[in-house]
């Protein structure tokens, strides 16, 4: 795989014009850009486990698809690309929504700082999990739960999940808006 390249961007978001490699980003805690995709099916949302090698979080739950905009990137582009790459779905940009914004700064394991900000999309299909062809550097399985199911294993802490507060703030926001 090809070294990966981020724009830094400064505590409020904004570019600073340089690019530095994922590692370096990640070594040195610099603030870079990121999206995360929460694919909706009746009633259900489909999260993804983490491949058993990844970086951070490995065989954990997460949002269906997410990943970092390469350097020069925008965010919906990038949506478009990771769906394509994880998931072997071939998506047209005006598919997705953006259901919503956030920051965080997490550790996930010692030396790797990730600092981010997030755009958030949803994205409605009828696809199923045998549609899709997973990254397996990325994605070991798919599996689609009820609203009240994701909400259950956030609302009790649930080990394999992926805490991401604030952006499931901002998913049931807006499915309550629906």
Known sequence: MNEEYFDVLDENGNKTG????????????????????????NGEILLQRRAPQKDSYPNMLDASCAGHLDAGEEATACAVREL???LGLDIDP?????IGRTSTSTRPRPGFINNEFK?????R?????EDMVFQKEEVSEVIYVPFAKLKEMIDGNA??????????????DWLARQ
């Open 18 to 41: 340089i690019t530095k490699s994922r590692n370096a980003v990640h070594r040195d805690g610099d603030w870079h850009k990121a999206v995360s995709i929460w694919i909706i099916r």
């Open 84 to 86: 394509k790459e994880e």
């Open 94 to 98: 005006s598919d997705l929504v953006l």
């Open 119 to 123: 755009d958030i999309f949803a994205l």
């Open 125 to 129: 299909t009828n696809k199923g999990p």
């Open 159 to 172: 080990p394999e999940l992926v805490r991401h507060e604030a952006e499931y703030k901002i998913l049931f």
